[in-house]
């Protein structure tokens, strides 16, 4: 059965270097979605995601979508069924709002991480390190955007505190161990 990786938490907790360290170790793929948001230094298009205008956001297809502030984000089933015809195993990195839409319509498909650290200092200094701006650190670290994990998810996480990467490395690995076992 082709099976999928949601990654989702608060931001800076870790989720893009997790989905990079599972490409790198693992061959796990992760299926790019789509932002109206403007990319940041170091962001490629089409790699990080596939940077769209208002415009063109409207026209694709989505399986699933939300809106941050002034920003939309989505994700086609279309790149998911693309990604799978290459790979059995795939990653996604989602808000909360999307995780439910994947475990309601994929079920069994989804393997959830949910990815967060100790405090909410620790995501503030890597935000600024990263060079986000203060008003959006402010923006992301409250209120819906900070990605909380809900009670109905709780029993589909894999729980991983990002506190320290040689902790967080050894946790992946058991538990992709685990998923493919199954
Ligand atoms: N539902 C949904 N959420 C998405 C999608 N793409 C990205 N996100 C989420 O949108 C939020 C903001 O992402 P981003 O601007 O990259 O900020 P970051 O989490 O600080 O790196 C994060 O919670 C992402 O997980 C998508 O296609 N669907
Ligand atoms: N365990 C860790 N310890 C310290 N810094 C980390 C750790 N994991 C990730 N980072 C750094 O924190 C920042 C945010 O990580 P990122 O993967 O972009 O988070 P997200 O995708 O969840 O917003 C990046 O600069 C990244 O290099």
Redesign the pocket.
């Given at each position: 059965m082709k099976k999928i990786i949601l990654i989702a938490?608060p931001?800076?907790?870790?989720?893009?270097?997790?989905s990079e360290y599972l490409k790198k170790h693992y061959d796990i793929p992760r299926v790019i979605t789509h932002t109206t948001r403007p990319k940041r230094p170091g962001e490629v298009d089409k790699e990080s995601y596939y940077f769209e205008n208002d415009e063109s956001f409207s026209k694709l297809h989505f399986f699933e979508h939300v809106k941050y502030g002034a920003y939309q984000y989505g994700s086609s089933k279309e790149a998911l069924d693309k990604a799978w015809e290459r790979h059995d195993l795939v990653s996604l990195?989602v808000d909360i709002q999307g995780v439910k839409s994947y475990v309601t319509q994929l079920g069994e498909q989804v393997y959830f991480l949910y990815?967060t650290t100790s405090t909410i200092d620790e995501l503030k200094e890597?935000l600024i390190?990263?060079g986000d701006s203060i008003e959006s650190v402010k923006e992301r670290l409250s209120g819906s955007e900070l990605n909380k994990l809900s009670d109905d998810l709780e029993p589909y996480a894999h729980i991983l505190v990002?506190?320290?990467?040689q902790e967080?490395t050894e946790r992946l690995n058991a538990i992709i161990s685990s998923f493919k076992q199954v």
């Open positions: 938490g931001s800076g907790a870790g989720k893009t270097t997790i990195i990815v890597r390190r990263r990002n506190d320290n990467w967080t």
